[in-house]
């Protein structure tokens, strides 16, 4: 028995969860129709594409997603809730998205004060609740890393870093990626880039002595994507530390790009747990889910 | 009377001068045949596409390059030059290229240690020379800026900031890039940029608040590129600030992009003053060609 079909729609995928009653995983589905794949806005379409077979049944169970499927480019815009917010919060702020044949609901994202500006999230919010974490500082790694504090299950700050984003851009499109071959994470040469990362001159001034250190002090190209890894992370690293202060941390996700901020962490003195990542998403739309009477 | 054929060869352009006696601009030319641009190593076949009518002459007048020409993926390897060094120093390390037919010089660029590593520079030595400027802190805006100051006539210390680069990096290819649109200079923008970049956080982090500055703040798709670009420049300065102390700066160059570093020092309490930089390349080759005894 289906009691949710849970959909974590981001921008470039689409991934689908069926749900049983206690929450549990019985299938799951995806595919890279995201949003900015979706053509004419036909969301409904593109979400019976995915998963007409568990929602266009007799008893059709709940449908509830999250991620930017509820932005302005998205179905329909949940307007960014002000934190502090948990799950209560958010299940009392759902929108109802224009489908004229079934109640499909989504979740807003999250809105608040960053160091230097205002921030927001959507999506992660989701995948905070699903680790069932109540009191902690996250780090949520991806193209654009979150780093959220909770306390008693709501979240009371949040930062955003485009840092996965930067590499990306400076891999594939700068001067820096022409000097730089694909090659398996050499960890030698992040730590380098980590150390690098606490001299002087700032992000644009270092960027630059990743050309250096080919030219001048034999770094590989095979070994100069984790060098600068390790050089955007620490900055990441070293501005969180700042601000929020963290003694420990856990870092949502498993792979290596979570190794590695656990390790620059460490580098900096912050003590690191993980909690996996995958399928954090369907926790929290089902803790979401619940909270809204969507589930029982 | 050719006295010098004075060639600035970079990545993207080549930029030929001949020169009179006294230095005089006699004709210039310029053509997209940078040096990424030539095929098969062929840059003998490139230069008299160019210039052929003012080399290939009964009396043929000495030819001086500088700039990418000079690098590993140039014509010949000039070595880097370490610091410090003047025109005078330039002179006595040019290098010969490979041409059968003609002696075609070529300037070494420059070496020393930046702030958080080695750091280089191919062609901006030719410039800083041509300004005349002898003594005194000089900024070089561009794609990849440099600041160098410059006692006694030879260059002391120097820094690059991929500052240009990046800035094009997230207008043309990132996420950033798609909530903007083209548009003439917004000067209270580009002031909010400097003052966004002396909040906390740092550029990975505060990158993020050009999108959130979009949705919750009302900056325009207009707006957004200059403030970006004073985000990016309010560093670049706040990181020259911070190393080399300043009192005053001379930015080459007199285009928009100098102004706007020159608004950026202004707010950052650095005095400034401008120096052509058009040509600069040219006047930098002729005295350089005086020195190393090409030109008499």
Redesign the interface.
Known sequence: MTALVAIDWGSTNCRAFRLGPGGEILEKRANAMGILAVKNANFSGALMDLARDWIDVPVAPPVLMAGMIGSAQGWIEAP?LPIPAGADDIAGHLVIAPDPRREINVVPGL?GS???????MRGEETQIVGTGITDGVLCLPGT?SKWAVVEGGRIVRF?????G??FS??R????LGRLMVDAPHDAPAYARGLV?SQ???????????V???G???GLSREAAPSFLSGL?IG??I??VK??LKPKSATVVGAGALAQNYAIAMSVAGIDTAFVPGEDAAARGLFAIALRAGLVR
């Open positions: 960014y809105r960053g160091a230097a500006g205002p921030d927001v654009h930062l955003t870093f485009m840092t984003e930067v851009l400076l594939r499109n700068s001067i690098r001299s002087a001159g700032g992000i644009l001034h270092q960027l630059f002595t050309r250096t250190a030219l001048l002090e955007l900055h990441e070293a501005a700042d601000i």
